[in-house]
């Protein structure tokens, strides 16, 4: 299929395009320290954090991989979203007031709270390779091939230069807040945009009969049989946990946007907005790909060009100007978020520890340097990936392998306060030389059947905290008053209970978060 803008379309585009980069530097006059500019200024409220923690998570390549897999694998895909929402509500409930109270820059700090400097550069140094090579190189390289679809006239790399620079441009100038307010206007863009092509692609299929009548019953279960290769339900409640709760609890790409919290209640009213929002994703972006079946049964092979062929296909000019400018705006929420939060870790985890006498001005000017430089490495390796398509397949895996042992020293941080500091050393050497171990057998010998990655990454979990349990067995403790600073306990849950009494019904975020597990259980009903 041949894909054409028309003036009308181009110019919603170039718009959008420029009205996110006046806006950084309209937040770049207003920054005067290292808090305005990496937290802003610890001031923001539910909706921005909402909408932030969504459009960050959603990007160009999720949207061409949902569609593809509501047109393709089914509904079982779903199952990291709604799973999403359970980990946004223990995160709420468990994790955030602790990194709030904490005033934490860095997830990665709260680790040297806890246990030792050692361990939060370990976790901090990993979360920075994982941001860069996986999480902004990819979606440069994803959004990268979809718009050059839609613009075949621009070289690949042109596309990629262009993408980082506008995304970098904006981030540089006005740090966190440029970001969170534009990733706000992001999300609504991404989702009115999303819903539109499903209204478009529901009258062009005729509705659900022909979908029902040509595809298996099987397709819409989200939770599949405990003999399917892919994602029986098990590994849902085991890796998927897992996985996602190191990208929504621990990883300073996501979890940036909650320590900018005005305070504990706006933070976990932001998460659960965040929690709601992402319910949305079955209807309005794998239901388009489950409506292709019909309308594009030529595609099956290549469910890639699914949603880049509804859009031209169904929507008309005008509206394709404002779908496409949500799928840049996923793209962009993306980009900005690794910047971001890589020149965050970078310079509060490495640079202050190195030069602690640097004031707040200094360490701003250092972020916006390192953002420059993060770019600059990002635009570099992301064309290269095309030229690695196996390697990058073990890479996009290594995520279920690199994080356990990171899950692994928060959980055992928090919640067993017998974790020691030799304990948790411990698990980072048995943690990261299993995830060693299992890379090279993927690369060496891709033949010998390791099992399903997402009971893998749970063994590799339950193994790293073992060995912090048993090496904490000796070794020094942290003095009972320092740890009540960052060690849950049954009295936080119990004085919390008393202060949200203070509340009305609707604004107590537990209340919130029942109502929302609620939909969750409906939803898995209704599609099992």
């Known amino acids: 299929m041949e894909f054409s803008l028309s003036t009308v379309d181009i110019s919603i585009i170039c718009i959008y395009l420029l009205g996110v980069v006046i806006l950084g530097f309209y937040f770049a006059s207003k920054h005067e320290n290292a808090e305005d500019y990496f937290l802003a200024g610890r001031n923001l409220t539910w909706p921005i954090i909402g909408f932030s923690l969504f459009a960050s998570n959603m990007s160009s390549n999720s949207l061409v991989g949902l569609a593809g897999a509501g047109f393709k694998d089914g509904f079982s895909v779903y199952s990291y979203e709604w799973m999403a929402v359970l980990i946004l509500v223990i995160f709420a409930v468990f994790f955030l007031p602790f990194y709030l ?217 005008g509206l394709l100007g404002v779908v496409l400018a949500g799928l840049i705006a996923a793209m962009m929420s993306s980009l900005d978020s690794g910047l971001n939060s890589v020149s965050t870790l970078v310079t509060m985890d490495f640079v202050k520890k190195l030069k602690p006498n640097m004031d707040s001005k200094q360490l701003m000017k250092v972020g916006r340097i390192i953002t420059v430089i993060v770019m600059i490495i990002a635009i570099v390796w992301a064309p290269q990936i095309g030229n690695f398509e196996q390697l990058w397949t073990y890479l996009q895996m290594t995520l279920a392998w690199f994080c356990p042992p990171i899950v692994a020293l928060f959980v055992m941080g928090l919640f067993v306060k017998k974790a020691n500091n030799k304990g948790a050393l411990a698990g980072i050497i048995v943690g990261f030389s299993l995830t060693v171990f299992v890379i090279l057998m993927r690369m060496y010998q891709p033949d010998l059947n390791l099992g399903n990655f997402l009971y893998v990454a749970f063994w590799h979990f339950c193994i790293v905290c073992a060995t912090i349990l048993l090496f904490s067995m000796s070794g020094e403790n942290k003095p009972d008053a320092e740890l009540a600073k960052v060690v849950w306990t049954a009295s936080e849950y119990k004085n919390e209970t008393v202060e949200l009494l203070s509340l009305p019904w609707y604004k107590n975020y537990r209340v919130q978060s029942l109502l929302l597990i609620i939909l969750v259980i409906i939803i898995l009903i209704m599609y099992s």
């Open 101 to 317: 109270r904490n005033k934490i820059f860095t997830i990665p700090e709260y680790l040297e709270k806890r246990f030792s400097y050692t361990v939060r550069a370990y976790a901090s140094s990993i979360a920075i390779i994982l941001n860069i090579l996986v999480d902004i190189a990819a979606t440069l390289y994803a959004g990268g091939l979809v718009i050059n679809l839609i613009f075949p006239s621009f070289a690949l790399w042109q596309i990629i230069v262009g993408l980082a620079f506008i995304a970098g441009i904006y981030t540089i100038a006005g740090g966190l807040s440029s970001v969170m307010y534009t990733d706000a206007i992001q999300a609504v863009i991404l989702i009115i945009g999303s819903t539109m092509v499903t209204i478009y692609a529901y009258n062009a299929a005729g509705g659900w009969d022909p979908v029902y009548a040509i595809t298996d019953a099987s397709h819409f279960k989200i939770l599949k049989p405990i003999d399917d290769d892919g994602m029986p339900w098990p590994s849902v409640f085991t890796g998927v946990l897992l996985i996602g709760f190191y990208f929504w609890g621990t990883n300073q790409y996501i979890t940036q946007r909650t320590l900018a919290a005005r305070n504990i209640r706006q933070g976990q009213w932001g998460a659960i907005f965040a929690g709601f929002l992402k319910l949305s994703i079955l209807f309005i972006m794998i239901f388009p790909g489950a409506f292709a079946r019909v309308l594009y049964p030529e595609l099956a092979d290549n469910t890639d060009m699914i949603y880049p062929t509804m859009l031209f296909d169904l929507l008309p000019s």
